[in-house]
């Protein structure tokens, strides 16, 4: 049995903050120490503190506790320190805690391009923790370290193209469409007049994160576990639309594979197959299974399918020949869970299972 | 000055129906003549037998009218037959009313793949009407034919690819992602339990729509004028999903261009500047353009961009490269205007300054 | 421990039934032993009859059962049969059950106003089912009975009138206006057209049913437990409204005591002390407390609150001085747990506690 | 043939000011000369100023205006003056336009109190005009003037009230529920994650506004002109929610007749028949008549009525007998035409007419 860990929240009024606290209430390993919010929070309870929006209640044993300042040493005791921070101050905060020696799981875009940052998807490339003692070095670190997870949408596109890629060999070409729910831009976020009886097909810097994350993901770590090596020879297009749906990315993928198209039948078994190191280590938070395949004709829809294994696996459906690219499928995944605070979590869980805290 | 012209509705009381009667309440040329619509319907006044959906009163002089059967007799005096019939029904009615010698223009897909009828998009394809002379020789008919428009969301796309294919040539490849309006599944249509917070990823039939239609469409006409020169080099890929929106269809696009990539700076120029026959005939509900560029980040959007220009123009935004084909974009149309019953008015309109009706 | 008894659901694949699954598929003392649909399903195994609208998967045990008719013989095993019935085929289909001795529970409305068939909500007066002796005498049953649960906006509202009436004595009048789900209206139930970007101000029969059941619900039985003393002074006055939420119906409420107004703190106490006999005989499905009191200014909420306590509580907050009546309030009940799947299950697990069944 | 007079509008870019411009843009004798908005838009073009949520483009004359900062000096020349400040600074920047000597009408709740301060819906009080003479002599000026209209919610209510009270006498007690759409709370207003699936039973203020503004409303003016005579008897009580709408308050209503209950033909009759001065001066933008009365079953309904008679009329349904008041119904207006611009702009119409601009 793992010894219970002392976990930090940063951000923990956000939208990402309040979902952190509901995957950790009752978590077995990993206990909720402290929480981190703006000075205008900081000394209040959480329960004042919060504009809670979640359809169960605050946890009793954290609506009293009193939020912090998000300063590294009011949390020198966290063994984990999971940031749900906007990108606006995360950067300076997180490094920080770096500094301070604490172990940080980012879902903030800042350190996400850093060369010796890992950017984790846990059921994709939990490989790439393989850099953190090189992490260590560079910051004189003794058990401090420093990863982030993906964008939302990144997450959900990543891990089926992984699935694909260890089956078929490299994606020469990925088109997706986003439609993506209003809970990813936080609150007060989207206002309702722009989008009842109607859809944003704009959301700021995201269709660059799609097309440049999915590399570091995919690709690998070198030899000497000192550098990432990003796909270089699959080309991503994405256009990413803001929906009036509450929770759940819904993402219509094409892809062309280098080495051929498989039949849509071995594109399924293959999906419905995956498993990841997460399965493996038998984490808490992991998902049955990374990938959920439905062959119903009208699914995933987000409202029905978004829960589904905890919120952790991805639902694709929809498997079908593209006539310009060769294969196509629909998928979904629950941006608030695996898009973001599940990923960490379980992320987190990976790390405890490798050694890492 | 035309002459007025006597025309009848087929299909009144559905939404289609009722947009007709919109469009025509006030109309230079056409006067409403005669509505059609089920057997349970016909000998009521129209405003009983309607479940009238629209945010203004059914005019005056329509409210009162008797519905009619769908038989061909009973409009006999008419000059033009709109049809907003369903699939199911329209087959058999529209070929009875072809052979009683009337004009009837149809938004129903059952004849659209016939080698003799047209499939016509009024801002993109009005040179169609030449097969006219021939079908009639078929039918053996004096004044009477039958043309069809486009399923709306191959007709929201098709403007601008002909736009495109104008200037640049050939189009090689097409990848196409519809966010479509509840409207166009008709009254009762889409349950409200099923799209509230979620979006549906299927519509049955409707890829399969836009992936051949295009070709039809955007071909030529043999130069015997006997036979459709569909284009046979431009392949399409659609995944089209209903979304909680009451009117507008957003599609996004990503295109490959046989000849070269245009600049970004030059597929705006063209898509601005592009004109077509309904405005070289000025007609009546002709759109001042046909495309009605947008170089806002975040537009399109449907609720507000679907009622510019009438309802009858594709907004077109967001032009950029696209990594994969080769340049992308996302386009809005009315669904039940330009995507129904506006594109028929206006193939109506059309085929009265060609003279054929 | 109760030994299990063994339930069928009729009307098994519609909303209720649906709901019915849900909450019985782990149930303690409850197993479902036969499902009953129309003739159209009848036959097939249950996974293929249904159009599953739930969040979570049909519950694997269940997905394979084969539908049944719902012919009495077919349920004969069934210690107690649920009935998620429409009202046009319950009235015959749930007399034939309690002719073949069947213990019924029934959402429909037809034996409702039956002067020998308790109108039952579980936290309200389980005292009704005194009156199951005298209806086996008059049907000449052993073991069967009938009793209904009351309409889902009915069952919202007398939960705290019944704590208010209680504590401070009759209520003279009653105003309520609610806010109600489309999923009250099954499925397909509100086509979307209807109420995206709208509200309809009227739900056919809703505000009768409310005037009238709430008098027999809060009344009392006769001395010789043979017949209900609805009561008499109480005037209810109801306006009924659909809105595009899923679940959920909020309901305005003033009232005004025939024997003087109380404080709001007085009011706000006795709703929050309130219990019932459900809690007493520690049923399964009974929330902790029949009343959840918030005292936020903005709650309840459908989203955020339907969910509490099971489903099976009324949430009510806002309670204020009403200038016209003396006493306000805001109640929010989950309208197809306790407004329907929900009471039915609780009633029959207070008859089991009874010794009814 | 009335001269034109130049109109200034302050919170030009705001919701209620984007509708201002709308309805000034092709005005018959309001031509619009000045725009005002906060420092921080002053000095630029209005379409770079303006987030734009209408779905008419911005009219081309206005577009190019240069917004000027709200400081009447810059306002000089205007004959009217159109306010949608927000009341946080509306107080001190009318008292400055005010003191110039410029006339003021203002759709904040700053002066709605104020006993020298006129609070009027163009269809129901235009008489108390008459209290200007008085207050220009307290403000020692010659062509100023402020009149304020009255809140959204409260405007619909006054005006079936008004007819009523007209019609039958005193009425001693109203109880009011409204169910209001997203706009009347601005841009960016309401929140998309409070709002969507859900409805938020409270309104910052609103219930008391409905239940003092509706006495004065429908008040008289004293002899001398130099006072109000709200009404004494009449007591409102007001339920205010807030719901998945874009435009329309809906809001269902209950009132006892200090004389007696009239029979539900003669309510319809009298709503029917109502007119008002509006009508009797020939405004532009008053209605037909300013109250329409639907006898459909469930009308009327936000979506499909608000914009009937150019969104200037309440809209009266559902009249039935209310076992708790006497009557009861259900009324729908535009909240922000009539509820807001539209009666601005309509008060400024009968202002010019009886001279007094």
Not at 110 to 130: E, G, K, Q, W
């Amino acid at each position: 049995m793992t010894q219970t860990k002392k976990v930090g929240i940063l951000g923990a009024t956000g939208t990402v903050g309040q979902r952190f606290i509901l995957l950790l209430a009752d978590h077995p390993i990993f206990a909720i120490h402290a929480l981190g919010a703006s000075s205008r929070s900081a000394g209040k309870p959480y329960s004042s503190a919060v504009k809670w929006k979640q359809n169960v209640p605050i946890p009793a044993h954290v609506a009293g506790m009193t939020v912090k300042a998000c300063v590294a040493e009011e949390f020198a005791e966290c063994d984990v320190v999971f940031s749900g921070l906007d990108a606006d101050v995360a950067g300076d905060i997180e490094m920080a805690f770096l500094k301070a020696d604490l172990a940080v799981f980012s879902n903030a875009k800042n350190y996400r391009r850093d060369p010796a940052v890992p950017l984790i998807v846990p059921t994709v490339n939990p490989s790439h923790f393989d850099l953190i003692p090189y992490q260590r070095t560079l910051h004189n670190l003794k058990k401090g370290f420093i990863i982030t997870n993906a964008n939302c949408s990144t997450t959900g596109l990543v891990v089926p193209l992984k699935a694909l890629q260890d089956a078929f060999g490299p994606l020469s070409q990925v088109l997706v469409h986003t439609q993506q729910a209003i809970s990813g831009a936080g609150y007060p976020g989207v206002p309702s007049l722009d989008i009842l009886d109607n859809i944003v097909p704009y959301i700021s810097g995201e269709e660059e994160k799609m097309e440049w994350e999915a590399a570091k993901i995919l690709g690998g770590v070198s030899a000497d576990a000192k550098a990432f090596e990003p796909l270089s020879n699959t080309v991503v297009s994405a256009t990413c639309t803001r929906v009036p749906v509450l929770d759940g990315h819904l993402e219509s993928v094409s892809v062309k594979f280098a080495n051929g198209t498989p039949s849509i039948e071995e594109v399924y078994q293959v999906l419905d197959r995956y498993t990841s190191e997460a399965q493996a280590l038998k984490c808490h938070s992991a998902p049955e299974k990374p990938i959920l395949v439905t062959r119903d004709a009208d699914r995933p829809q987000p409202r029905l399918d978004r829960e589904l294994l905890k919120g952790q696996a991805v639902t694709v459906g929809r498997v079908r020949e593209c006539p310009v690219l060769g294969i196509k499928f629909v998928l979904l995944l629950h941006n608030t869970i695996l898009g973001a605070a599940g990923s960490s979590v379980l992320n987190a869980e990976i790390a405890v299972a490798k050694g890492l805290i």
